[in-house]
């Protein structure tokens, strides 16, 4: 089982900042790796995928970088709307496809 | 529009029985492989079960194989998750999720999830 490690557990950031989200992976996989939103009671919804592609009406805002076992999700001027949890995903090598513990983006 | 929608949770007692249907509208269902992902309280996403575009190929986490079962009915447009011998510990919000694989694997689109719960 590959084990998606995610750093930090919390983030505080002020408005108009950039973030750094960081997801580890046990082994490499390569740019299979897929990076969700998650407001508080609503489903997860996907930011980017492939490492670095931007899904469908994602802003410009969000950038996903990183092959292997390193991958960073940047938001570079965080807007209200982005406090969130974020969770990385791979899809490499599966079952079981695993998910990062998360990273809560909270106000600073 | 693409839509996803869970039913069939609510509380059950250790042991018992649940099954979870997830209604899917708005694209050809019956071409997408799908997946149920779960959410425990407080806690992380954690991968559930899937099931390829024909029902052919199911795949299972550890955690749920051998009790739960996934199945789907393409002429109905409708995903399932039997789960048998239900555990405290799979108390969870589920969510159904659509697999798009181009050259790239994603979940690009998410019910908004049925919460279990299961206690005596």
């Known amino acids: 089982e590959i084990v998606m490690t995610q750093s930090p557990v919390t983030l505080s950031v002020s408005p108009g900042e950039r973030a750094t989200l960081s997801c580890r992976a046990s082994?490499?996989?390569?740019?299979?790796l897929a990076w969700y939103q998650q407001k508080p009671g609503q489903a997860p919804r996907l930011l980017i995928y492939?490492?670095?592609i931007r899904a469908t009406d994602i802003p410009a805002r969000f950038s996903g970088s990183g092959s292997g076992t390193e991958f960073t999700l940047t938001i570079s001027s965080l807007q209200s709307e982005d406090f969130a949890v974020y969770y990385c995903?791979?899809?490499?090598?599966?079952?079981?496809?695993?998910f990062g513990g998360g990273t809560k983006v909270e106000i600073k | 529009q693409v839509q996803l929608v869970e039913s069939g949770g609510g509380v059950v007692q250790p042991e018992r029985s649940l099954r979870l249907s997830c209604a899917a509208s708005?694209?050809?269902?019956?071409?997408?492989?799908m997946h149920w992902v779960r959410q425990a309280p407080g806690k992380g996403l954690d991968w559930v079960a899937l099931?390829?575009?024909?029902?052919?190929?199911?795949s299972y986490a550890d955690s749920v194989r051998g009790r739960f079962t996934i199945s789907r009915d393409n002429s109905k447009n409708t995903l399932y998750l039997q789960m048998n011998s239900l555990r405290p510990e799979d108390t969870a919000v589920y969510y159904c999720?659509?697999?798009?694989?181009?050259?790239?694997?994603?979940?690009?689109?998410w019910g908004q999830g049925a919460l279990v719960t299961v206690s005596s």
């Open positions: 999720a659509r697999e798009l694989t181009d050259t790239l694997t994603r979940f690009d689109y």
């Open positions: 708005g694209f050809t269902f019956s071409r997408y492989a």
């Open positions: 099931i390829t575009y024909d029902g052919g190929v199911t």
């Open positions: 082994q490499s996989v390569g740019n299979n």
């Open positions: 492939g490492a670095s």
């Open positions: 995903q791979q899809y490499n090598k599966w079952p079981p496809l695993t």
